[in-house]
């Protein structure tokens, strides 16, 4: 096929003869040659199955994916593990797919329901004598997989899946051959969120509910995240949108690749919960195990975007044209612009992603890695922050919002208007009242991720004397770098224009993901419902462009302090510069209204964010393709 530019990567048919691989499995064997096929994939996942190939005369057999209705197998890797393992694994995996969800499930459970037969006949014949003697049954693939069923029997959006799963549950923890993990079995989603509060499997509206459908067709589960950000399924929608596209479809980088760079993102806010899920993602794609020991392991072209990722974390008003020059300057690792755009914007999505995922408190779900330091369900007794906690009793905080819903209603409240350029600039400054902790300061708090996995804590090292370690205040007065005036290069016209000439379907997802989270509004406060909040929503977004060091030059900045309550500015800062230092004190202290409120602040404060961060990016590849014209 002819290659499109970006260098997309094509898979070429193979012949295959399909067979059952056994009698009760739903994945088919393939029989090609591996080395024709061992390539990274630009599919849906959606669109994907999950096979076994064997290749013809060897006992070799690879794990990979096959599209729905093509010959091209995907993402091959030798098959380490035993059988029984993988067929477990691909069952799991096309529970995803409606049309082979009830093979699978019926499968799924009977594989166990045969393991749980093993044991019982293992008991009753043990210290039996003679031939009879049953042999002790082989459980570790079935015990590796004992979480993820726990977590079917709860957060799955398919009611068919949940009354299958839950009693067999049931039967593996009345079996003491079987390990259940107790004390992770029902952890909240948020610790700082009340469980009431948030949309579950069985009791939500029909938005949420058709978003859960669609998350789990995607991934496989309703992750803690997108229960959380159901709260306001409408931005949701567009937030998967982006989220998926980025990661799952078409685009130059290899899906093994994307994963890791998220996980390098990750790394910078030492946020576990999206490392742990998107880790997982990079090794179920046949990434390499070894690229997570650390930076030294790994690949050179992958090792140049430490500082970049850094740089865009922390202080993106830092980044250069010689930054991006120093990245696809010609050479066997260099990176091609359409390459380097797709991985910037991974970055950016991802740094921004944390700030809501750390300012809500979102736990890990029981199924990833051995949740080791996740909030479990007695550890989470004191979740939920509404407007009559004792920590908001004891702040004395309770007015926080009555002075800014009482100014919202008041029909004669009109934001200050002044055309002194100077005069706004001062403003802009004297928008930022909240004092950064210093860098040393952040270190010492942050737990790091290196005791997890090598690579965070390798990300957190300098690359280089010039690698940034962590948030530094914009200074208006620096001489190193000046503000970002959004009337020199703004998202509609430049960013956006920049952005979609090397990746025209995330400049337009994102583009409408933006507009989503600016226009989302229920006018309420609280239990006060009629009130326009625009000018309140406004001033988050444009405080959080400041803490970036973007001017918007049609903004009068002394409204945000205005209308922003120093709690609420407190609250965004943190989880825009510092996310990984978020409590659930700052959280409470923001009173008087619901959690889905506290929620659409985050949700402003990371678009912003995300938005902020574009236009130092784009703006850094638009002056570097004008400087070699």
Same mark, same amino acid.
């Given at each position: 096929?002819?290659?499109?530019?970006?260098?997309?990567?094509?898979?070429?048919?193979?012949?295959?003869?399909?067979?059952?691989?056994?009698?009760?499995?739903?994945?088919?064997?393939?029989?090609?040659?591996?080395?024709?096929?061992?390539?990274?994939?630009?599919?849906?996942?959606?669109?994907?199955?999950?096979?076994?190939?064997?290749?013809?005369?060897?006992?070799?057999?690879?794990?990979?994916?096959?599209?729905?209705?093509?010959?091209? $197998?995907?993402?091959?890797?030798?098959?380490?593990?035993?059988?029984?393992?993988?067929? =477990?694994?691909?069952? =799991?995996?096309?529970?995803?797919?409606?049309?082979?969800?009830?093979?699978?499930?019926?499968?799924?459970?009977?594989?166990?329901?045969?393991?749980?037969?093993?044991?019982?006949?293992?008991?009753?014949?043990?210290?039996?004598?003679?031939?009879?003697?049953?042999?002790?049954?082989?459980?570790?693939?079935?015990?590796?997989?004992?979480?993820?069923?726990?977590?079917?029997?709860?957060?799955?959006?398919?009611?068919?899946?949940?009354?299958?799963?839950?009693?067999?549950?049931?039967?593996?923890?009345?079996?003491?051959?079987?390990?259940?993990?107790?004390?992770?079995?029902?952890?909240?989603?948020?610790?700082?969120?009340?469980?009431?509060?948030?949309?579950?499997?069985?009791?939500?509206?029909?938005?949420?509910?058709?978003?859960?459908?669609?998350?789990?067709?995607?991934?496989?589960?309703?992750?803690?995240?997108?229960?959380?950000?159901?709260?306001?399924?409408?931005?949701?929608?567009?937030?998967?949108?982006?989220?998926?596209?980025?990661?799952?479809?078409?685009?130059?980088?290899?899906?093994?690749?994307?994963?890791?760079?998220?996980?390098?993102?990750?790394?910078?806010?030492?946020?576990?919960?999206?490392?742990?899920?998107?880790?997982?993602?990079?090794?179920?794609?046949?990434?390499?195990?070894?690229?997570?020991?650390?930076?030294?392991?790994?690949?050179?072209?992958?090792?140049?975007? =430490?500082?970049?990722?850094?740089?865009?974390?922390?202080?993106?008003?830092?980044?250069?044209?010689?930054?991006?020059?120093?990245?696809?300057?010609?050479?066997?690792?260099?990176?091609?612009?359409?390459?380097?755009?797709?991985?910037?914007?991974?970055?950016?999505?991802?740094?921004?992603?944390?700030?809501?995922?750390?300012?809500?408190?979102?736990?890990?779900?029981?199924?990833?890695?051995?949740?080791?330091?996740?909030?479990?369900?007695?550890? $989470?007794?004191?979740?939920?922050?509404?407007?009559?906690?004792?920590?908001?009793?004891?702040?004395?905080?309770?007015?926080?919002?009555?002075?800014?819903?009482?100014?919202?209603?008041?029909?004669?409240?009109?934001?200050?208007?002044?055309?002194?350029?100077?005069?706004?600039?001062?403003?802009?400054?004297?928008?930022?009242?909240?004092?950064?902790?210093?860098?040393?300061?952040?270190?010492?708090?942050?737990?790091?991720?290196?005791?997890?996995?090598?690579?965070?804590?390798?990300?957190?090292?300098?690359?280089?004397?010039?690698?940034?370690?962590?948030?530094?205040?914009?200074?208006?007065?620096?001489?190193?770098?000046?503000?970002?005036?959004?009337?020199?290069?703004?998202?509609?016209?430049?960013?956006?224009?920049?952005?979609?000439?090397?990746?025209?379907?995330?400049?337009?997802?994102?583009?409408?993901?933006?507009?989503?989270?600016?226009?989302?509004?229920?006018?309420? =406060?609280?239990?006060?419902?009629?009130?326009?909040?625009?000018?309140?929503?406004?001033?988050?977004?444009?405080?959080?462009?400041?803490?970036?060091?973007?001017?918007?030059?049609?903004?009068?900045?002394?409204?945000?302090?205005?209308?922003?309550?120093?709690?609420?500015?407190?609250?965004?800062?943190?989880?825009?510069?510092?996310?990984?230092?978020?409590?659930?004190?700052?959280?409470?202290?923001?009173?008087?209204?619901?959690?889905?409120?506290?929620?659409?602040?985050?949700?402003?404060?990371?678009?912003?964010?995300?938005?902020?961060?574009?236009?130092?990016?784009?703006?850094?590849?638009?002056?570097?393709?004008?400087?070699?014209?």
């Amino acid at each position: 096929r002819e290659r499109e530019r970006g260098e997309k990567r094509f898979l070429p048919p193979v012949p295959t003869n399909f067979t059952k691989i056994r009698s009760d499995s739903t994945r088919a064997v393939v029989n090609p040659p591996p080395a024709a096929v061992a390539r990274g994939d630009t599919l849906s996942a959606s669109k994907l199955v999950h096979v076994l190939v064997q290749v013809p005369g060897s006992s070799q057999v690879y794990r990979g994916r096959k599209r729905k209705g093509m010959d091209i $197998c995907l993402d091959l890797v030798p098959l380490q593990d035993d059988v029984d393992d993988q067929k =477990i694994m691909g069952l =799991i995996e096309n529970l995803r797919h409606d049309d082979e969800r009830a093979s699978a499930l019926a499968t799924l459970v009977a594989s166990y329901t045969e393991k749980l037969a093993e044991v019982a006949a293992a008991a009753t014949q043990k210290g039996g004598k003679g031939k009879g003697k049953a042999p002790a049954p082989k459980l570790s693939a079935h015990q590796r997989h004992v979480r993820t069923l726990m977590r079917l029997s709860v957060q799955c959006p398919f009611e068919s899946i949940r009354d299958a799963v839950t009693p067999l549950v049931q039967r593996l923890k009345a079996c003491d051959a079987f390990t259940i993990p107790q004390s992770t079995t029902a952890a909240f989603p948020s610790v700082y969120l009340a469980p009431s509060d948030i949309p579950s499997m069985t009791e939500c509206a029909a938005e949420a509910e058709a978003e859960f459908i669609e998350a789990f067709r995607a991934d496989g589960r309703v992750s803690h995240m997108t229960q959380v950000m159901a709260c306001h399924p409408e931005y949701l929608a567009r937030f998967r949108e982006v989220h998926n596209w980025m990661l799952w479809d078409e685009g130059p980088l290899p899906l093994p690749e994307r994963q890791l760079i998220a996980v390098m993102a990750c790394g910078r806010h030492n946020c576990r919960y999206l490392a742990e899920i998107h880790t997982k993602h990079f090794l179920d794609l046949g990434g390499d195990r070894k690229w997570l020991k650390g930076a030294a392991h790994l690949p050179p072209k992958l090792r140049k975007l =430490i500082k970049i990722n850094a740089v865009l974390a922390h202080q993106p008003w830092r980044l250069t044209v010689d930054d991006i020059a120093e990245l696809v300057k010609s050479g066997v690792d260099s990176w091609s612009l359409t390459e380097l755009v797709q991985a910037l914007s991974i970055l950016i999505h991802f740094h921004a992603l944390q700030s809501f995922v750390l300012g809500c408190g979102i736990t890990i779900e029981s199924d990833l890695n051995d949740t080791k330091g996740a909030p479990a369900a007695d550890d $989470c007794s004191d979740a939920g922050g509404d407007s009559g906690s004792a920590e908001a009793d004891a702040s004395g905080c309770k007015s926080v919002f009555v002075e800014v819903r009482d100014k919202l209603r008041a029909e004669d409240t009109v934001d200050a208007d002044d055309d002194d350029e100077a005069a706004n600039l001062q403003e802009f400054a004297d928008a930022e009242t909240e004092e950064a902790l210093s860098q040393q300061e952040q270190q010492a708090i942050t737990p790091t991720l290196g005791q997890w996995f090598p690579l965070y804590e390798c990300s957190l090292l300098s690359a280089g004397a010039a690698c940034i370690p962590g948030h530094e205040d914009f200074d208006i007065k620096s001489k190193e770098y000046t503000i970002f005036r959004t009337q020199d290069f703004s998202w509609a016209d430049q960013c956006y224009s920049t952005l979609s000439r090397y990746c025209p379907e995330i400049a337009e997802l994102v583009d409408a993901e933006f507009s989503s989270i600016t226009q989302l509004t229920y006018e309420t =406060i609280g239990d006060e419902v009629g009130i326009n909040t625009f000018k309140f929503r406004w001033a988050i977004w444009n405080y959080t462009l400041r803490t970036q060091g973007v001017v918007n030059d049609e903004y009068m900045y002394r409204n945000v302090n205005k209308w922003l309550p120093r709690e609420v500015k407190s609250l965004v800062k943190t989880n825009v510069c510092y996310p990984q230092l978020s409590t659930k004190v700052q959280w409470v202290k923001v009173d008087n209204i619901k959690d889905s409120e506290r929620v659409h602040i985050n949700l402003l404060s990371m678009c912003a964010r995300k938005q902020a961060v574009f236009l130092y990016a784009m703006n850094a590849v638009s002056q570097f393709v004008t400087s070699r014209e």
